[in-house]
């Protein structure tokens, strides 16, 4: 693994870039050019998805923010696994909700649009994961699993005492030389089929619906294969806060999208 990326020299400074920082830019400019690249082909306003990019990206941030300060506190507010997704997609929906009324823009058809660019951008987030050490699996022998090498836990740290970066991040597990799951890439593989699958059968009316409901189903599965302690634990019931999230959006989801199923094979019986 490689949590640092590179070493950037302005003048006389050195300012460490790190992996995840690297691939959440990367994620953010595949999703928002292969969401403009939507519009144009579906000929609606790229002024209103510019907008609308500005909007989703404001509000993630917030949310994502918002959701961990919430939970963990001031001190804990940064980098707290799905939390920041989860938080991310209710900031999101929210800021993109509000200006696609403000525009007159038909909020159901562009966020089904947002499906695949999403995912894209969530994948590549996720390989930022695994390169930088965070969402890490639990200890496996089996043929695909990876090793974070203890002496790139060292180099990140060394590089990030000087700017005063938690050195939590970088120290302890998963930097222990243990084979492990590549917990980042199962998801990054499961948004990826959740993805095709909508765009592939599901109507716009519902896609993002029935996205969120895939997503938040193989996280709650994926989550038992994560080793990290940063995500919060239920003492009964040994379920992250994420599962928590993620079996309220499936409790949500799932009987508007069976109805909507049933109701469409009613028609189509008939018809």
């Known amino acids: 693994m490689r949590p640092l990326a590179f070493v950037l020299q302005i003048g006389g400074a050195h300012h460490p870039v790190y992996s995840f920082g690297l691939a959440l830019a990367c994620a953010w400019l595949l999703g928002a050019a292969l969401f403009l690249r939507r519009i144009l082909r579906q000929g609606a306003d790229p002024g209103a998805g510019v ?5 989703a990206t404001a509000g993630g941030a917030a949310g994502a923010y918002g959701l961990a300060l919430l939970v963990h506190g001031a001190q804990g507010a940064a980098g707290r696994g799905g ?6 997609f209710g900031g999101a929906l929210l800021a993109t909700w509000g200006l696609a009324r403000a525009l007159d823009v038909p909020c159901r058809q562009w966020l089904a649009w947002s499906v695949l660019p999403l995912a894209c951008a969530q994948a590549v987030g996720r390989i930022g994961c695994l390169l930088g050490g965070c969402c890490f699996g639990r200890p496996a ?3 695909w699993a990876v090793r974070y090498a203890p002496e790139a836990g060292a180099a990140a740290a060394e590089a990030a005492a000087p700017h005063a970066i938690a050195m939590e991040a970088f120290s302890g597990q998963p930097w222990d030389g243990v084979t492990r799951h590549p917990a980042p890439l199962y998801e990054a593989a499961w948004v990826l089929g959740a993805a095709w699958l909508c765009e592939r059968f599901v109507t716009e009316r519902h896609r993002f619906s029935a996205y969120l409901c895939l997503y938040a189903s193989g996280r709650f599965v994926l989550e038992f294969l994560r080793a990290d302690g940063i995500r919060g634990r239920d003492p009964w019931l040994a379920l992250s806060t994420s599962q928590w999230l993620s079996a309220g ?21 008939t018809s």
Not at 51 to 55: E, S, T
Not at 83 to 88: A, T
Request: net charge positive.
């Open 51 to 55: 907008a609308l990019i500005g909007a």
């Open 83 to 88: 939390l920041v997704v989860y938080g991310g």
């Open 141 to 143: 022998h089996v043929p």
């Open 249 to 269: 959006l499936m409790l949500a989801l799932v009987p508007p999208l069976l109805r909507a199923a049933l109701q469409a094979r009613r028609s189509s019986a």
